[in-house]
């Protein structure tokens, strides 16, 4: 557990700040006008400083964000714990949660600290919780919930939660009918989605007006313009962005640094002797770690993006452990294609926004890191069996 939270906290130190303007801003919007996308926790905070008679400043919305981002990292080492302790302390599944840890996805989440995906992250954790513990109803509407504060839940979180949902279905139950509670957030998106297609045109300008009466934004809202990207239309991003997706998934660096650690985890979970390299359960599964990728038809922010997959490949060897925690995984090859995939997270330098760099150099990362490969080296070389009398570690809500 030590170096599981050790390369958590080197690896965040690599690039985390306070949040920047563009991130600030989304905290600042809510409902007052009507329902816009993303104005869930805005309208949380507006309903609790209003309540102690206060109004959201700069070091509020830093303190809330810094909070959210540290539920996020006690959630992923949590979920690396609890994987390693249902695997039996399997040394390929904490390769795995190693060089999660140490992937461009924790990176990028470190330094977009006040973004909304730390929130989003945490919910799906949870609502895969939900799901293990045979809650289904209640992790379809922390979906709902994750949909309101981010709608990219519904690429990078919902498609691991239904695939949780259909892969625990017990024999007595049929799997269409335990997933029923889960068209609830397909329907709150699409609602979403219509109420984006016909905003009023006003919309965009009264949240302007709002935002222009906190002085710690008023300066950079004609450049940041977070209302617009509010209250834009999903097929006007489209409209935007065309022509830019081909470039965009065929990025040779992103590519390169993304590539091993998503290989890695997912090498992990096929290891298991329960899904076979080529059938439709591993399609799923790599049509779910690609599915994020069809945002580059929408955003700008192609780094951010492509680190998704990471994210959803980490779920699903979750759902793939606490489905079949008896399931073999000892692989030699698995672990080297592990090891490999930690020197690549240290060597590689995740691509920031607002033109940062990362805080470390490749000397430096090498030196931090250090200690996290001596742990992977020995995983690598032993594959210790299950521990005898080792608790199962039972979902616990």
């Known amino acids: 557990m030590a170096a599981l939270v050790a390369t958590t906290i ?33 309208s949380l905070v507006a309903l609790i400083t209003a309540a102690l008679r206060t109004r959201p400043s ?37 390769l795995a949660a190693l060089v999660f840890l140490s992937s461009p996805f924790v990176v990028m989440s470190a330094h977009l600290v006040g973004y909304y995906d730390n929130i ?45 949902t259909f892969l625990t279905a017990p024999p007595s139950k049929a799997p269409r009918r335990r997933m029923l509670p889960l068209l609830l957030p397909m329907v709150i998106f699409a609602l979403l989605a219509v109420r984006q297609a016909t905003a ?12 222009a009466t906190y002085p710690f934004v008023a300066a950079t809202l004609p450049d940041v313009r977070v209302p617009h990207w509010i209250t834009i239309g999903f097929w006007e991003s489209y409209v935007l962005h065309q022509g830019h997706f081909q470039e965009r998934l065929l990025s040779q ?23 076979a390299a080529v059938s439709a359960p591993a399609a799923a599964v790599l049509a779910i770690c690609l599915l994020p990728q069809s945002m580059h038809l929408l955003v700008w922010d192609t780094a951010r993006t492509w680190t998704y997959s990471v994210l959803c490949a980490f779920l699903l060897l979750w759902v793939d452990i606490e489905s079949a925690p ?29 033109g940062l760099k990362e805080h470390f150099d490749v000397a430096t990362r090498l030196w931090v890191y250090a200690p996290v490969f001596a742990v992977g080296v020995g995983l690598a070389r032993h594959s210790p069996s299950r521990a005898s009398g080792e608790p199962d570690g039972k979902m616990v809500t």
Not at 19 to 29: C, D, G, K, M, Y
Not at 138 to 159: G, K, M
Not at 330 to 342: E, I, K, P, T
């Open 10 to 42: 080197v690896t965040c130190l690599r690039a985390a700040r306070l949040p920047n303007q563009f991130a600030t801003e989304h905290w600042l919007v809510d409902y007052r006008f009507g329902v816009v996308k993303r104005g869930l926790v805005g």
């Open 120 to 164: 989003v992250v945490s919910l799906a954790i949870v609502s895969l919780a939900l799901v293990f513990a045979g809650r289904i109803g209640s992790a379809a509407i922390v979906q709902c919930l994750s949909l309101l504060v981010h709608e990219n839940t519904l690429l990078i979180a919902f498609p691991a939660v239904v695939w949780a």
């Open 58 to 94: 700069q070091a509020t919305i830093d303190a809330l964000a810094v909070a959210a981002f540290v539920i996020f990292c006690a959630a992923i080492v949590w979920v690396s714990v609890r994987m390693v302790r249902r695997s039996h302390w399997s040394s390929e599944v904490t």
């Open 326 to 354: 008896e399931r073999p995984r000892s692989s030699q090859f698995v672990r080297l294609v592990a090891l490999l995939a930690l020197l690549v997270n240290a060597i590689g330098a995740t691509p920031l926004m607002d």
């Open 253 to 275: 660096a992103m590519i390169a640094l993304v590539f091993p650690s998503t290989v890695a985890l997912l090498g992990v979970l096929f290891a298991g002797d329960g899904l």
């Open 200 to 211: 009023p045109h006003h919309l965009e300008r009264s949240l302007t007006q709002h935002l």
